[in-house]
């Protein structure tokens, strides 16, 4: 008896350390984690079509080293953002909230007021945690001076506060003197050389090299792929005899851009402790060559290619490589990226996205989101599982099982009359603690927007895509 009793105690001392040891591992590795956060990116294209990168299926575009960053981390393939166009859609990415709840709806347009200081931007509360923050490229948020990048977290900023600008150099044109489209340093006004593409990457490489002692959050958002289409002469000639042979040297050039990074991060030793984002502003505009295929519609209606992007997460310290196919969004961005670099928010603060990391590393098996929204002024569309709602003022409304029939052509209102009466139930509900839009886009864009949605919804061809092909069609009709 006292041999077993004897035992039976060193079973329990035993069991006890290994319990001690095991508690000590976790503590110890939660110690390491919290003590090494990881740097975060997002690289956020412009105007990018879904089809026109290589991990998405796109042959005749070679983007080897974007293909080899996606092929490091997981690719979604339900992923949006919150807008079909590019102001406010970075808006509710760099709050982490829909751009409706502070009445950011619109496009850049008369009576434009920028993004509402009151709202706290990534890099604001990623800076409580020690991050070195830094902005590159298109800001497209406003234009005061407290909606300056560094007025909203960031440390250092090198870019363009504007929409858009010209790729090279302009003295007479996009950087005449305090003009919006010139290319800033943090205040200063400055000149650059060479393809802004390439310059942005190089001034990025720059900052990660200077990054030493804490972690860094950048946000790299180049104006590729948007228009005015320009290129290099050397890439241009890559390209020669190619039926898009302006879009193709465009975007090799992004591709090397961002090739230039990551050799960087790997350099540096960053790479594999570097949680990177990688979309589209929105889906790909109709004047830039861009592919949709096989969605229906383009940049700035409600149709899935106006929304649904290429996405893709790396992060190849935590994340395995692979496939993500449950409905997401770009305001999971926010909470994903404060979740890793481990910061509590206030609910003042609460997203409308969520962390994706329980699902990248297999903690949850659902999907982020059963519902997502999308309105700008009169046009609006609700996503519930594989159904979406399609509403316009003046229009009426399209039901569609995106699962059955993805190019959005059978209207289904009539067959599924639960279904619509669900959806129009729960759009309403979203609208109950949202804005109305602070500015909308004008006459002609709301008439362009409402012909686009009028041939969208009934199976045309689309007649009228922009203000100049507006005019031809009212000469044209006046003349008939």
């Given at each position: 008896?006292?041999?077993?009793?004897?035992?039976?105690?060193?079973?329990?001392?035993?069991?006890?350390?290994?319990?001690?040891?095991?508690?000590?591992?976790?503590?110890?590795?939660?110690?390491?984690?919290?003590?090494?956060?990881?740097?975060?990116?997002?690289?956020?294209?412009?105007?990018?079509?879904?089809?026109?990168?290589?991990?998405?299926?796109?042959?005749?575009?070679p983007t080897p080293n974007i293909d080899a960053l996606a092929k490091s981390g997981v690719v979604f393939t339900d992923a949006h953002v919150s807008a079909t166009v590019c102001s406010p859609s970075r808006a509710g990415l760099i709050t982490g909230k829909y751009q409706q709840r502070f009445g950011y709806e619109c496009n850049e347009s008369d009576g434009y007021t920028g993004l509402d200081t009151a709202q706290q931007a990534l890099p604001e509360l990623l800076k409580t945690k020690g991050y070195a923050t830094a902005a590159f490229g298109k800001w497209h948020l406003g234009y005061q001076p407290n909606q300056h990048p560094l007025k909203r977290g960031f440390d250092h900023y090198y870019g363009f506060l504007s929409g858009g600008r010209s790729y090279f150099y302009q003295p007479k044109a996009d950087d005449r003197p305090g003009a919006k489209n010139a290319m800033y340093l943090n205040q200063e006004q400055v000149s650059f050389d060479g393809y802004l593409t390439d310059d942005l990457a190089d001034k990025a490489s720059a900052f990660i090299r200077m990054q030493k002692d804490k972690p860094f959050f950048m946000y790299w958002a180049p104006n590729a792929v948007h228009t005015p289409l320009e290129a290099t002469q050397k890439d241009l000639k890559q390209f020669e005899n190619h039926p898009r042979q302006m879009l193709a040297a465009m975007t090799t050039a992004l591709d090397r851009a961002i090739g230039n990074m990551i050799a960087t991060l790997k350099e540096e030793g960053k790479f594999e402790n570097t949680l990177i984002f990688f979309l589209s502003d929105n889906g790909g505009a109709h004047n830039n060559q861009s592919s949709n295929f096989p969605l229906k519609g383009f940049k700035g209606n409600k149709y899935e290619a106006g929304h649904r992007i290429p996405f893709f997460v790396s992060w190849p310290a935590k994340i395995k490589a692979g496939k993500f196919s449950q409905l997401s969004s770009s305001l999971d961005i926010f909470p994903t990226a404060l979740d890793a670099a481990g910061v509590t928010v206030s609910n003042t603060v609460k997203s409308d996205g969520v962390s994706l990391l329980p699902f990248l590393q297999q903690k949850l098996n659902r999907a982020p989101h059963q519902q997502l929204v999308w309105r700008k002024d009169a046009e609006a569309a609700i996503r519930y599982n594989q159904y979406k709602l399609i509403r316009v003022k003046g229009l009426?409304?399209?039901?569609?099982?995106?699962?059955?029939?993805?190019?959005?052509?059978?209207?289904?209102?009539?067959?599924?009359?639960?279904?619509?009466?669900?959806?129009?139930?729960?759009?309403?509900?979203?609208?109950?603690?949202?804005?109305?839009?602070?500015?909308?886009?004008?006459?002609?864009?709301d008439t362009i927007t409402l012909m686009i949605h009028d041939d969208l919804m009934n199976n045309r061809e689309v007649r009228v895509r922009e203000p100049k092909e507006l005019n031809q069609f009212r000469l044209k009709n006046n003349k008939l």
């Open positions: 008896m006292m041999v077993r009793a004897n035992k039976m105690k060193l079973f329990r001392l035993l069991t006890l350390v290994s319990l001690m040891l095991i508690l000590a591992g976790v503590t110890a590795f939660r110690k390491k984690n919290l003590s090494n956060p990881p740097n975060i990116i997002v690289i956020l294209i412009d105007d990018a079509g879904y089809a026109d990168f290589g991990f998405m299926g796109c042959k005749d575009l009426g409304d399209r039901l569609y099982n995106l699962e059955r029939d993805p190019g959005e052509t059978v209207d289904i209102r009539k067959n599924e009359p639960m279904v619509y009466k669900k959806l129009t139930q729960q759009f309403l509900t979203w609208e109950k603690d949202k804005m109305k839009p602070s500015w909308t886009e004008g006459a002609t864009w």
